[in-house]
């Protein structure tokens, strides 16, 4: 088949109905599928042959889904979960248990943070948080022989610092692990990681993918590419029995797709948190329109953060597509097509003036939500951090007036014309 460019692949990858299908992705919304004989049935059970039995394990629907996601990222297999959570956390334990270690980039979302420092930890797996900015050599020194995983954010969400994905790639290989990015801020639009080094990619399909603020969802993809074999000892449970399964080998039996299988047949069977078809199919609707509203968000996003830099009741501004940012040259060689619509920034006068700027807005909505169509804002000192002193928060690497803007596909006229009114309150 031939390989389309990837506003192609929004639009058409995924599902091709046979004469006479419905032209669009049906929803399967059944939780069970019928076969002619318990034999059959039975195959399917002991992964002797594909398909479907119960949608806790997979459902057509989101197949397809996760095939376009797929597609986009240029992986081999791929799976939805109910939430970005659960794809962080399937992703890692599917191949680290009690006494094994992972290795973090310390910038990344709070809810991830969370999952690695205090419930994975309560499960005896341990994290090391290192800066992404930090030299090789200290990257290098986080490792031990115990080690699954090197973990990072294309852009962290909400620090905005951008990867340098071949510096995590090849010291990762270099231990013998893989690298896992997720990259739900830049999308597969702006940034495939897999054409640096990186081995699976992670998404919160809550934020861009859907697009609309609709449906919470997750999805993990494999590129295939990790050679678990090469290093059987440190991943046992894909390169030896499994005895849930007869004693299945899931490198033996299913070559690049183990990986996903895995964590398929064996986490998502244990642990159920499968995305319902209902949102795999507003997942897949807000995927055609992915390659279009990028695009729009990032040309809005850049104008309102140019146009934030010359404004002088502006303290400072985060935006790692404008040039005075620090990690500019790195989102020019890992995306430079644009990186994402949320812009950080300061305004003058500290934590009160940021309260009187939010609530003067009239178009942007103060919601705890980044990456849909409609412009949002969030001022973590007077909402998910409110708890902390200004102190506390500097010292988590958020300053009291940051405010955090997710910038949507409106007219961008219309975004900065509010943005000065609110200002204007200051
Ligand atoms: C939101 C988010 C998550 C968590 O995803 P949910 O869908 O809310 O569970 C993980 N990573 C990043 C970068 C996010 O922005």
């Not at 940034?191 to 998404?203: L, N, Q, S, W």
Request: hydrophobic residues 35%.
């Amino acid at each position: 088949m031939k390989e389309y460019k990837t506003d192609t692949k929004c639009v058409q990858s995924g599902y091709s109905p046979k004469n006479g299908e419905p032209r669009i992705l049906p929803i399967y919304q059944s939780t069970t599928f019928k076969y002619e004989s318990s034999e059959q049935m039975g195959n399917l059970f002991d992964l002797k042959e594909p398909g479907y039995f119960y949608t806790r394990l997979q459902n057509p629907t989101n197949d397809m889904a996760a095939a376009r996601i797929c597609a986009l990222e240029g992986g081999t297999a791929a799976m939805l979960t109910s939430s970005g959570q659960a794809a962080n956390f399937f992703s890692l334990f599917n191949i680290a248990k009690a006494g094994d270690h992972i290795v973090s980039s310390s910038a990344i979302y709070g809810g991830t943070f969370n999952l690695l420092s205090v419930t994975m930890k309560k499960m005896g797996i341990e994290t090391t948080f290192v800066h992404p900015d930090c030299s090789p050599d200290e990257l290098r020194s986080a490792f031990r022989p115990n080690t699954k995983a090197l973990f990072a954010e294309t852009i962290a969400n909400p620090a905005l610092t951008v990867l340098d994905i071949e510096k995590f790639a090849g010291i990762a290989h270099e231990n013998g692990v893989p690298l896992v990015v997720d990259n739900t801020f830049p999308t597969p639009i702006n940034c495939r990681p897999f054409e640096f080094g990186a081995d699976i990619v992670t998404h919160s399909t809550t934020k861009y993918m859907d697009g609309h603020a609709a449906t919470v969802g997750g999805a993990i993809v494999d590129s295939g590419n990790f050679d678990w074999e090469a290093y059987a000892d440190k991943f046992p449970g894909l390169t030896t029995p499994d005895d849930s399964y007869h004693g299945i080998v899931y490198t033996e039996k299913f070559g690049k797709a183990a990986f996903i299988t895995k964590a398929t047949s064996q986490i998502m069977r244990d642990l159920g948190s499968i995305q319902s078809p209902q949102n795999a199919f507003l997942l897949n609707l807000g995927l055609e329109t992915l390659a279009v509203r990028m695009q729009r968000h990032c040309e809005n996003a850049l104008y309102i953060a140019k146009a934030l830099e010359k404004d002088e009741r502006i303290s400072w501004v985060e935006y790692p597509g404008l040039e005075s940012s620090k990690y500019y040259d790195l989102a020019k060689k890992y995306m430079p097509g644009g990186t994402c619509g949320v812009i950080s920034f300061g305004v003058r006068g500290g934590r009160n003036a940021a309260t009187v700027f939010m609530d003067s807005l009239k178009l942007a909505a103060i919601v705890t939500h980044v990456a849909d169509v409609r412009t949002c804002v969030l001022h973590p000192a007077s909402t998910t951090h409110r708890q902390l002193s200004d102190e506390q928060m500097k010292e988590g690497g958020i300053s009291p007036d940051l405010i955090r803007l997710s910038v949507g596909i409106e007219n961008k006229e219309d975004i900065l014309e509010d943005i000065k009114q609110a200002l204007d309150n200051v």
